[in-house]
């Protein structure tokens, strides 16, 4: 089985970049390491989406190892996408209405 293509939803590009502004603003190593670490997350989801269980409105959730995020994603027949880059302690589902 081949990897499948990531896509993120406009309001989960919205996530990140609030998020990496919030970490350059402290440390830029820690926005670089955000990065990479959404980069690594991303990866590890195109290669086996089915991994993790299946949530509300047929969503999965990832959660990122250092950082208090969870990537919520679905996937399609040939594309994963990414709803939203949510933190694990504020507004829990706001990204529901991206669906």
Do not use: C
């Not at 269980?53 to 190892?65: A, C, E, M, S, V």
């Amino acid at each position: 089985m081949s990897a499948k293509r990531v896509e993120y939803h406009q309001g989960a590009s919205a996530d990140v970049k609030g998020a990496v502004a919030w970490y350059q603003k402290r440390s830029p190593k820690a926005a670089l390491d955000f990065i990479e670490e959404l980069h690594r997350a991303a990866d590890t989801i195109r290669e086996a989406p089915e991994r993790w269980p299946i949530g509300k409105n047929n969503t999965r959730r990832f959660l990122l190892w250092r950082f208090p995020f969870a990537i919520i994603y679905s996937e399609q027949e040939s594309v994963v996408t990414i709803w939203a880059v949510a933190h694990g302690s504020r507004r829990p589902e706001y990204w529901a209405s991206r669906l």
